[in-house]
């Protein structure tokens, strides 16, 4: 059923996760096989929510090899829980889910300036510390909820504020001063 | 121009790879494992070198050029990455986040240039950080709120008063003479009570002092009526001045520009940032004078009059202004973030006002209500704050503000008392120093007050200062008449630097034939024609019209020649008649009817019971989309343009419509060079030649026929669409 590949199918196609098995093959390059029947080479893993729930619903999209093509992949199914891959390939997801998501976490808001309607903070982020500039900041504010923020600078990189109440006082008093 | 390399770096690639030149420098800002850091990508004589910076650079990648075969950039979630290919397999290089995407856009064109052994060319970075101090700009801006010089604004701003100057000597002059006469009834107040009331006696001085109070109070209220009036006048005349210039320039911007600023934020500048200016104009500025004038009056008489209580009374200024300023400080915040939620709110309503019919239709007003309810507490919650900081503020800040005549009070007292000075004198300085009171409170807020009106008026003076599409029309070649005969010369474009939306596009259209664009949605189909129309101008290679390069065409001339019917057919409120001479506003009648005639309009607008002079609607919505349609294509005929492009012209409409269309289409393009773009692909059978673009990419050209016994990319796509429409007639039965 699975060896004729993505045909316009109107039902999802979820995976099991004992069938996927993503491997590094000889030749360097990330292949995924599902259930021995069909290997990608260099396939895409895309989180369906990465916001409100970027750990299930991975999308594995990718390509039969074919002679020499390498082209855009189509959706081969989803998985609801790629943690429960075994280790090696669960390794590589998380490696391949790493590369492709680069939003920062904001964890705390160390300095804040304030220059005629621009703001010039400074983030503390699960990737490292950044000057940012913001700019029109109530414009570039989204509320996922109460609770939860995306900031977007003005640089157009978003910094996602998970959980608000989290922060501590310092970081929430600077917020309250610009959102 | 690149940032500058590292002494660190420079020396681990000299140690790598000894006297070699650094052909191309570019810094990242993530490191390994996507934190935040610096890495660098060099190419050092023929070999590409990515390090990332530290204490100790490490060498992370060193790839000999040539076994890299082209550069890609992967964009990815919040950043993106540069990739080689080598050998077909791809090769991460470094990875960098939103803010350095429009840099590695083009240095993946200076790599491509290596790889392809073409010389390399300069690297022109957008510049987004002040020269001075290093802070973001905002997109197509130059002005750095932190170095923004405001006495430069604030003199651009005045300059503009500069054919009015007669009245603004005239506003100084009453501000001047207006002040010096309100400074006048506390001495008559001094002289009543020392003179009249004290002794009890001198009737006829009581009678000249109080004809003195009256006459300077009806002097000082014409002059500050005559002033207000004046004032008024100037602020209103300058802040139209300034929103004529800036409708003017945005109608000039380049579409580029308009894809960066929504249009929301354009409004604002012409409507909130230009009345920012003119409360500034109208008020501000001539409040800020007045109270300066004020205050330094009134020092100057209350020392005059007695240095040592004049001491006294102003020793607590300063105080007073530092707290009423942070008192204000407090009182903003709160009102800010009222008026925050009171934008958010009308959003919501808005939102929810226009989507009402889909709301009832899926039965969801109960969650449209508790989405309001929401809202509607959030904004309850602030405005109860807002206004109960002010209710508290207010009384308090006047209690704060009065004390300083208690001070007055005590220590003119015991001078009275002394016999030092007279009670006259006390009540004048009471009098004096409530004088002032207002001015001060007024000049502790106005440094922000300005400094936000001047912010306002930079980003007016930004856009008048933003390159448009008139200037690059000076100094080109201009067209009387054109052929059509249009060229594209491996044409690779993309609206972002980062992402091309065609790569290494070429053909070449006779005059007056027709030229099919094939493909899906996405492929580059409308980016051909906005080249063409040179809406925007292509990264590489060249767009030809008659063997010139349309960049060097007068483009308002060359506009002139090109007749667009776009698969929106856009009409504004107005009447049918003015809707189709939209592009030829001089023609007549006659000309407009030969030309709806033609469009298969006509006969449909005479059956209107206001004919030609039927009112469309806003955006024409009283008319159904076939109509509309035939308007514009009637717009086109009249323009009579040398090179006509249809976009999905024939979409959404009914079989009998579409045939109507197809028919004014055929006689449209007659004799006229057309890019005709369809997902119908029997509109397109007629074409001299197709070209069937796939990812930005020319897969295919040639003749319907031609292609289709091609059995490639145009046949797939025919089969699919003759199965579609078979299932659209199966439903049509």
Redesign the interface.
């Known amino acids: 059923m699975l060896t004729r590949g993505p045909v316009a199918s109107l039902e999802l196609r979820y995976l099991d996760p004992e069938d996927v098995r993503v491997f590094r093959g000889e030749?360097?390059?990330v292949y995924a096989s599902i259930k021995d029947e069909v290997t990608l080479i260099?396939p895409a893993f895309v989180r369906s929510h990465?916001l409100t729930d970027p750990d299930r619903y991975i999308a594995i999209k990718g390509t039969i090899p074919k002679e020499?093509m390498?082209a855009r992949g189509d959706e081969f199914g989803l998985l609801r829980h790629w943690r429960r891959l075994e280790p090696e390939s669960r390794r590589l997801v998380e490696g391949q889910l790493?590369?492709?998501?680069?939003?920062?976490r904001l964890t705390r808001i160390v300095s804040l300036r304030e220059?005629?309607?621009?703001q010039?903070a400074v983030f503390e982020?699960d990737?490292?510390?950044?000057e940012?500039?913001l700019?029109?900041v109530?414009?570039n504010v989204i509320y996922l909820d109460s609770n939860r923020v995306l900031i977007t600078?003005?640089?157009?990189?978003?910094y996602d504020i998970p959980d608000l109440s989290a922060l501590d006082r310092q970081s929430r008093v600077y917020l309250a001063?610009i959102? | 121009m690149p940032e500058q390399i590292p002494e660190s770096i420079k020396a681990i690639m000299e140690q790598r790879h000894p006297g070699a030149d650094l052909r191309v420098s570019a810094r990242a800002d993530?490191g390994d494992?996507?934190?935040?850091?610096d890495k660098w990508l060099l190419l050092a004589g023929d070999h590409v070198v990515v390090c990332q910076d530290g204490e100790v650079p490490q060498v992370a990648t060193d790839l000999p050029l040539s076994d890299i075969s082209s550069f890609e950039i992967d964009t990815?979630?919040?950043?993106a990455?540069l990739r080689a290919v080598v050998n077909?397999?791809?090769i991460?290089l470094i990875?960098f986040?939103?803010?350095l995407?429009d840099r590695f856009g083009r240095v993946r064109e200076q790599l491509d240039a290596a790889v392809k052994g073409k010389p390399i060319p300069e690297r022109e970075e957008r510049i987004?950080r002040c020269p001075t101090c290093g802070?973001?700009?905002?997109?197509y801006t130059r002005v750095c709120?932190?170095c923004?010089r405001r006495g430069a604004v604030l003199r651009r701003l005045l300059a503009y008063a500069r054919p009015y100057r007669g009245r603004v000597i005239l506003i100084m002059v009453l501000l001047v003479c207006g002040t010096a006469v309100g400074l006048a009834p506390p001495l008559l107040t001094k002289y009543l009570v020392d003179d009249v009331l004290i002794p009890r006696r001198n009737i006829q001085l009581l009678f000249i002092l109080v004809a003195g109070l009256a006459g300077t109070s009806i002097l000082s209220t014409g002059m500050e009526i005559w002033r207000g009036r004046l004032a008024a006048w100037l602020g209103g005349r300058i802040s139209f001045d300034l929103r004529a210039e800036l409708y003017e320039r945005l109608q000039w911007l380049s579409l580029r520009y308009y894809d960066k600023h929504p249009t929301g934020?354009l409004i604002s500048r012409l409507t909130q940032d230009s009345g920012g200016v003119q409360d500034l104009l109208a008020f501000a500025l001539p409040m800020v004078v007045s109270s300066v004038i004020q205050i330094i009056g009134v020092a100057i008489v209350l020392f005059a009059m007695n240095w040592k209580l004049a001491i006294l009374a102003l020793i607590p200024v300063p105080f007073l202004f530092l707290l009423t300023h942070s008192l204000w400080l407090k009182l903003r915040?709160a009102w800010h973030a009222y008026w925050?939620r009171w934008?958010r709110f009308h959003t919501l309503v808005n939102d929810a006002l226009n989507r009402v019919k889909v709301t009832k239709a899926f039965s969801q007003q109960p969650s449209e209500i508790g989405r309001y309810a929401i809202r509607n507490d959030d904004l309850r919650f602030a405005g109860v704050r807002a206004e109960q900081t002010s209710a508290t503020m207010f009384p308090f800040m006047w209690l704060v503000v009065g004390s300083g005549s208690l001070l007055v009070w005590l220590f003119g007292g015991v001078l009275a008392i002394r016999a030092q000075i007279t009670a006259g004198d006390v009540v004048a300085f009471l009098a004096y120093v409530g004088m002032i009171q207002f001015p001060l409170h007024f000049l502790s807020q106005v440094a922000q007050w300005l400094?936000?009106a001047?912010?306002a008026a930079e980003r007016v003076f930004e856009v008048l200062d933003t390159e448009s599409d008139s200037e690059k029309i000076k100094g080109s070649i201009s067209t009387e008449r054109l052929r059509g005969e249009v060229e594209f010369q491996h044409v690779n474009f993309g609206y972002e630097r980062h992402q091309q939306v065609l790569k290494d596009v070429s053909f070449r259209v006779e005059p007056g034939h027709m030229l099919g664009l094939v493909g899906k949605s996405g492929a580059g189909k409308t980016t051909v024609i906005n080249l063409l129309g040179r809406f925007y101008d292509t990264d590489e290679g060249d767009v030809l019209v008659d063997g010139v390069n349309v960049k060097d065409l007068a483009l308002w001339d060359y506009r002139k020649h090109l007749g667009v019917v776009l698969q929106e057919p856009f009409l504004f409120g107005g009447t049918i008649a003015e809707n189709i001479a939209y592009g030829k506003p001089d023609a007549t009648p006659e000309e407009i009817m030969a030309a709806a005639k033609v469009a298969n309009a006509h006969d449909f607008v005479v059956n209107k019971p206001d004919g030609y002079d039927e009112q469309v609607g806003e955006r024409g919505g009283r008319l159904s989309a076939g109509e509309r349609q035939r308007i514009c294509i009637a717009r086109a005929i009249l323009r009579n343009p040398a090179i006509l492009v249809l976009d999905e012209a024939t979409a959404s409409v009914d079989l009998e419509t579409e045939q109507q269309i197809q028919e004014a289409i055929a006689r449209l393009i007659e004799g006229r060079t057309t890019f005709a773009i369809a997902h119908r692909l029997s509109t397109l059978r007629n074409a001299h030649q197709l070209v069937v673009l796939e990812d930005g990419k020319i897969v295919e050209s040639g003749t319907h026929e031609e292609l289709e016994a091609q059995k490639g990319v145009y046949a797939g796509l025919l089969e699919m669409h003759q199965k579609t429409s078979m299932v659209g007639a199966l439903h049509a039965d």
């Open positions: 030749d360097g390059r260099s990465p020499g390498e790493a590369r492709r998501y680069l939003h920062p220059y005629s309607g621009v010039v982020t990737r490292g510390v950044r940012v500039t700019r029109d109530r414009d600078d003005a640089e157009n990189n978003r001063r959102i | 993530l494992g996507g934190i935040f850091g990815l979630v919040g950043g990455a077909g397999k791809r991460d990875s986040t939103n803010a995407a987004n802070m973001v700009l905002g997109e709120p932190r923004l934020a915040k925050y934008g400094s936000r001047l912010t």
